[in-house]
């Protein structure tokens, strides 16, 4: 169920076109007014000096993507209106169309995207694993989930201060984005505890080697930009798709519990669900 965050993305990426249009259509006079390859349909009527009170819109050949615009009150030439053909040496429809583009590729990556180190967040991931196990149901591979908590995080955040802390955070995330493959997925669900979406994963029992290099590469000591060298280890519990759940949710569950079973364990260690 999409929660009231991605309903307000949703939201801007629709209304957002109409009003560049709009904007556009006001600033540009009668090329900006005419109907374009970019557009399905640009309908704008005018009154006696001013917009009518209802002005229709649908862009980016979206039928769907329909603003209605009631008590508008600035005055405005009606002749401005009236259609007219579009000079193609204004461009104008042409830059129109490129900031819509630049501006929903924004939104939907502040949508899907850890905003401190870049890596997917909660959202992106549950689609991607759900992707995942799909697969996995056809081709008969397996799907590894790895739960990662760091170990001892809270007191180089308390020591050191959160810029510090944040500055460790992104240098782990590109350490572990750099040592897999452009089908895995890794994501930041929480402060400190990242998730590890392996794919195609032909044995499980391959999976040791995976994960020890993996628990190496988040120990090493990072140098902050304050000259501070710090280090942290990492607690990870592991799960399989479809052998120990095939839904999102309980996939995630179970490389949970693996994971406090490390950290109970001493920390700095592993566990894999039997």
């Known amino acids: 169920m999409r929660n009231g965050f991605e309903r307000i993305v949703g939201s801007l990426l629709r209304i957002w076109p109409a009003l560049i249009a709009l904007m556009l259509c006001a600033a540009a006079g009668p090329a900006a007014a005419s109907t374009a390859p970019q557009f399905k349909s640009l309908k704008l009527t005018a009154g006696e000096g001013r917009i009518p009170a209802t002005a229709s819109l649908m862009v980016l050949e979206d039928p769907s993507l329909k603003l209605d615009i009631t008590d ?17 040496g ?6 129109a169309n ?21 890596v997917a967040n909660r959202l992106f991931l549950n689609d991607r694993i759900e992707r995942a196990i799909s697969r996995a149901r056809r081709s008969g591979d397996h799907v590894a989930l790895l739960m990662i908590d760091l170990d001892n995080f809270k007191p180089i ?12 955070l992104i240098a ?18 929480g ?13 499980p029992d391959g999976i040791r080697s995976t994960v020890e290099k993996l628990m190496e590469t988040v120990r090493k000591p990072i140098s902050t930009d304050s000259g501070d060298n710090v280090s942290v280890s990492a607690s990870i ?10 839904q999102t949710a309980h ?24």
């Open 157 to 168: 955040n308390d020591r050191f201060g959160h810029a510090v802390g944040d500055q460790l």
């Open 251 to 274: 996939l995630l569950d179970r490389a949970d519990v693996e994971m406090y079973k490390a950290k109970s364990g001493g920390r700095n260690r592993y566990s894999i669900a039997a």
């Open 90 to 95: 204004t461009g104008a429809l042409e830059t």
């Open 191 to 203: 402060g400190d505890e990242f998730v590890l979406l392996l794919e195609d994963v032909r044995e």
């Open 98 to 118: 490129n900031l819509l583009l630049d501006k929903e590729r924004e939104l939907r990556r502040l949508a899907l995207q850890d905003p401190l180190t870049g």
């Open 72 to 88: 508008v009150v600035h005055p405005v030439n009606a002749a401005r209106f009236q259609p007219a053909a579009l000079d193609p």
């Open 237 to 246: 519990g592991v799960a399989f798709a479809p052998m120990h759940a095939e």
């Open 172 to 189: 782990i995330a590109n350490r572990i984005r750099a040592m897999v493959r452009e089908i895995d997925t890794l994501a930041r669900i």
